[in-house]
């Protein structure tokens, strides 16, 4: 039993989902993931505050946390999905179709074994609005990860050309000591909350800003799944790792599998 889907724990194989579902075709659906229960406070809050902000029912902290006990096994991902069903009318303007709320688990895996390269994605900026709320419409970060070639993967731009975040991560910068991190557009990330409270810990200065360039010194991106992952180079510019090491071993101090 690797699921929870509608009230009922079952294997995830047997979780039956309508392609007329307003989830399915109209993308109108949000989640997270986190990594077992590491910062459960955290991504409850962020998925409680995304539920409200496309008009679901968010389910009770304590029940939630219930079902995630009762599902995980080990070191492993927690998915929780809530989408919008069908309407007995059909009607794509016509809201009243149920909430339907989907938890289950699978092994994890680490987003990278070492430091990874990352290529800048111009020619489809993000939608502007929106990004701050966990959704499925990923066409920019899907279309960037296709067009990534030789580097692992890509960051991709705003509508105003500012550094955006990538497929599945955000990402940091670090210059005279200070951490920067992209402001506009972007998701509201736990793993970069957790480097923010890391950085005031260690008295490195922490910004959130809109900037165009990637000329710093160190980089690294934040991700569910890779925690804190170095970044040896964005486009032709290289990068150290010296402040980023020493966030990464405070981040996974504070980050312990289930």
Not at 67 to 88: A, C, E, R, S, Y
Not at 159 to 175: A, K, Q, R, S, T
Not at 180 to 200: M, R, W
Request: glycine share 6%; with cysteine; hydrophobic share 35%.
């Amino acid at each position: 039993m690797n699921s929870y889907f509608d009230g009922e724990y079952m294997p995830l194989d047997q979780v039956r989902i309508s392609p007329l579902d307003f989830g399915f075709i109209h993308s109108h659906a949000t989640y997270d993931v986190m990594r077992g229960l590491s910062h459960f406070d955290k991504h409850y809050e962020r998925f409680e505050a995304n539920c409200r902000y496309y008009g679901f029912t968010p389910p009770d902290k304590k029940e939630l946390l219930k079902i995630i006990v009762d599902l995980i096994q080990g070191d492993m991902f927690i998915w929780m999905i809530m989408w919008k069903g069908t309407p007995t009318s059909g009607s794509p303007r016509d809201m009243s179709g149920p909430d339907h709320l989907l938890v289950y688990t699978k092994p994890y895996y680490p987003i990278a074994s070492k430091p990874i390269s990352l290529k800048i994605y111009d020619e489809l900026p993000r939608s502007p609005g929106y990004q701050e709320h966990k959704n499925f419409s990923w066409i920019e970060l899907t279309k960037a990860q296709q067009a990534a070639g030789d580097y692992d993967s890509a960051l991709v731009r705003s509508v105003e050309g500012y550094i955006n975040e990538g497929p599945g991560f955000g990402v940091c910068f670090i210059e005279n000591g200070i951490v920067y991190t992209p402001n506009t557009d972007v998701l509201n990330s736990v793993t970069i909350q957790v480097v923010e409270e890391i950085c005031k810990e260690l008295f490195i200065p922490f910004v959130r800003a809109d900037f165009t360039k990637i000329d710093f010194k160190e980089c690294f991106i934040c991700s569910t799944s890779g925690g804190i992952t170095p970044v040896y180079k964005v486009n032709e510019v290289c990068y150290s790792h010296d402040i980023t090491e020493r966030i990464r071993k405070h981040y996974e101090e504070r980050t312990v599998p289930s």
